[in-house]
């Protein structure tokens, strides 16, 4: 192949994954452009966004890898009914690592903030915020991904492809969705006591 | 995978602490809000799916790490004609957006454009750089490229994401 052979063949494949994360991506950022009061009340909320979006894909893009590579080995079926073993281990799993990651994130992140003398808002908080965040926007993902593979692959997509774009779009979607709601939350349970 | 999450959390809150140093300016000008997590996300894109490709011409024997291979130069040409395409797109669409949402913008629409433009081939040509030299390394180490590169280029092309956004958000505003 030529380069312009490769070029051409790279451009055609990539550019619906992208076009999905984009739109993804600009959702993700309107709601975070709604954020600005949110961001204002909370010192420090904007330093922990790269971390908890990372997380979502880290997380749940390989739990959807694994949960692909178990379908093409045969060893989970693509029902949800019954509630395989396998399959609600690795869903544990990932939520597990999802919400131990972004907690340590924002306690990362106080400290981080606390020793540069930046202004911080308590430590309760960030760590009330990541906690909410990132159980409600793993379960739903969770959800998300578990459905949208099986729909794929018993419509005879590959799910190996269906994961990436899938899981980038959704989660940051999701991710600062859930966000917006945690920090509410966090801030409304604050305001009581 | 637990402490892998951990290291990577740890660079994501690197870029975290950027994102947090011009706080003042995205707040100011919520088009560059906006433009956050789809530039971050599709810099991260454009690495890993750079990255997955290179891994399989690898994999199939089809790839040399020479600056005149085919596969390279061709892929690296995809990558930064790609970002041309998406990145014009997503600064018409993060301007029209804050448009809608938050009723004035305080950008024009050729400024949030043309950041987006200008940040958005930066981040090509930086991901084809440090994804050829993850693919490289992972290679003369006899590491799986599948397990190490991706991962590695996409969450260094998070922080460079940001890094490059405010590079060019304090040169061009």
């Keep these: 192949m030529t380069v312009r052979d490769v070029a051409v063949e790279a451009y055609r494949e990539a550019l619906p994954a992208l076009a999905a994360s984009l739109v993804g991506g600009l959702i993700a950022g309107v709601v975070l452009g709604g954020m600005r009061a949110e961001l204002r009340a909370v010192p420090g909320l904007l330093v922990l966004v790269p971390a908890l979006l990372a997380t979502r894909g880290n997380v749940y893009g390989s739990l959807g890898a694994r949960i692909a590579t178990a379908l093409h080995q045969g060893l989970i079926e693509p029902h949800v009914v019954g509630g395989d073993e396998r399959l609600r281990a690795a869903a544990i799993a990932a939520l597990a690592n999802g919400v131990l990651t972004s907690t340590f994130a924002s306690i990362v992140a106080f400290f981080l903030l606390t020793f540069l003398g930046s202004r911080v808002a308590p430590l309760p908080i960030l760590v009330g915020i990541a906690i909410v965040a990132g159980l409600l926007s793993g379960i739903v993902l969770t959800v998300v991904v578990v459905t949208v593979v099986f729909a794929g692959y018993r419509r005879g997509r590959n799910p190996d492809t269906i994961v990436g774009p899938l899981v980038t779009t959704t989660g940051d979607v999701f991710g600062i969705l859930f966000l917006l709601i945690a920090v509410r939350t966090i801030l409304a349970i604050a305001g009581v006591f | ?173």
């Design chain 2, 1 to 173: 995978m637990l402490p892998v999450l951990l290291v990577l959390t740890l660079v994501e809150i690197g870029s975290g602490l950027i994102l947090g140093s011009f706080e003042a300016e995205l707040l100011r000008y919520p088009s560059l809000l906006v433009l956050v997590p789809v530039t971050i996300g599709t810099a991260g894109n454009l690495g890993s799916i750079l990255a997955a490709r290179l891994s399989t011409s690898f994999h199939l024997g089809t790839l040399s790490f020479s600056p005149a291979d085919d596969e390279l130069a061709g892929n690296a040409i995809a990558t930064v004609v790609l970002a041309l395409t998406v990145f014009p797109i997503i600064g018409v669409g993060a301007w029209i957006l804050t448009a809608l949402v938050s009723g004035s913008t305080a950008l024009s629409l050729e400024k949030v454009v043309l950041i987006s433009s200008t940040s958005g081939v930066s981040l090509a040509v930086l991901a084809v750089f440090v994804t050829f030299t993850a693919t490289y390394i992972a290679y003369q180490f006899g590491l799986d490229p599948d397990d190490v590169v991706i991962p590695v280029v996409t969450n260094v092309c998070d922080v460079l994401g940001v890094v490059v956004l405010f590079a060019v958000s304090q040169l061009l505003i």
